[in-house]
């Protein structure tokens, strides 16, 4: 199923995108809002598109050949300032990050991002980094792997899984999201199991999260944004876990306290009603928007 962009109509207004406009596009994906963003920048504005999945990354190739005012670069958006120095794309007015995975990779990638298909434990967005999740959880120690997940996953059993994972490694390497499922379901209580969230909801998120140091890309990313965006210049950012939307939100406060930004949103926006029936994916979003003065 193709990734429908979330937040579409209020993203549009917040980031004040117009004709000349310098936009950056930080998580193009197959690139739904930044055919938005570029239409509402016209032919006399720019588009930088970012995208670290080189398979979406090949996709937006195709999507935008021919177009002069598009620049696509496929890195990490950790890396905003270098890319947007390097490609001398001036100070931006308008930068979007849509944080996390899209539906490509978890019905698509076969990279092992659900626990609801059988497939090789990667979770890499990039697969020119080093570690991926069977990697991480072939290698790491008892404590660590407990770390991750109860901070990353907020998983009220980490330990007993991460002690369970690290006693499997004596007899075999979990290779596939199918063995880890099991694994989790077996080392949980029986009420735990049968709950209203599929038992290995939680540790999935925090090995994906550690598989991609996604925090740490938040902080970097937004840091190069805040500090070359240009006057009057706006960043929009979608998060979909209290995480991500604790770092944004402390971010924005505290460029706000240093002074020189203003935090447009006090409280998130989040999804109509009618965005979440149509697409479930959107209830989780929470848009949080800041402007340079
Ligand atoms: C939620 S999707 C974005 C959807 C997009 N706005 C659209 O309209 O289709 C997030 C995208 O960000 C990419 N991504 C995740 N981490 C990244 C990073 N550190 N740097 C660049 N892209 C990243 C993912 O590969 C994914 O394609």
Redesign the pocket.
Known sequence: MA????L?SEIMDGLLVHNGSRVI???????????MLLAACGKTGKLLA????KT?YAGLQEKFKGAENVILEN????HIKRIIERNQFGAPDAI?F?????S??VDESGRGFSFQTDEPLDMR??TDTELSARDILQTYAEEELARIFKEYGEERFARRIARAIVDERHHRTLERTGELVELIKAHVPAWYRRGRLHPATRVFQALRIET???LG?VRA?LEGALSLLAPKGRIAV?S?HSLEDRIVKNMFWDAKQAGGYLVITKKPITAARSEITANPRARSAKLRLIEKL
Not at 3 to 6: E, F, L, S, T, W
Not at 25 to 35: L, R, S, Y
């Open positions: 990734h429908i962009p979330v579409a596009d930080a998580t193009a994906n197959g690139g739904g809002h930044a055919e970012i995208e670290w999945d979406l890195d990490t958006f950790a979007l849509d944080l996390g995975f899209s490509y990779h967005y990039s991609n140091h996604e890309a990313g979608i979909f």
